[in-house]
């Protein structure tokens, strides 16, 4: 059982910036960012394969949100730039081994507990 925790979240003014980190306690093929808004549905944010480094985003945050691999494979990164209210949500952390690694969240086995970002 991987057991992830989420940092970095936070309160930030619309087109500021926010870093969020995710550590797993053991490596897996896939690790994602998924947000989920109050009485909505989690949607998926960005994905990476952690072996060739293949990235997948939603259309939303194309061009503001970059998701990286650490220096290990149980590390991931989201630097999420320009950030306006809409991106308000829980982001979590998630990992899982079916590849390949889009934002689907059956892909994924392993959940973090979540971090806050509000923009205003």
């Known amino acids: 059982h991987v057991q992830l925790v989420e940092s970095g979240g936070g309160s930030v003014q619309a087109g500021g910036s926010l870093r969020l980190s995710c550590a797993g306690t053991?490596?897996?093929?896939?690790m994602g960012w998924f947000r989920q808004f109050p009485g909505k549905e989690r949607e998926g944010v960005a994905a990476i394969d952690t072996g060739d480094g293949s990235t997948y985003y939603l259309n939303s945050v194309k061009g503001r949100f970059t998701v990286a691999r650490g220096d290990t494979k149980n590390t991931m990164y989201l630097q999420m730039n320009s950030l306006t209210p809409e991106d308000t949500a829980m982001y979590y952390c998630a990992a899982g081994e079916t590849a390949p690694c889009s934002l689907q969240q059956w892909r994924y086995k392993f959940w973090g507990q979540g971090t806050q970002v509000t923009v205003s």
């Open positions: 053991e490596a897996t093929h896939c």
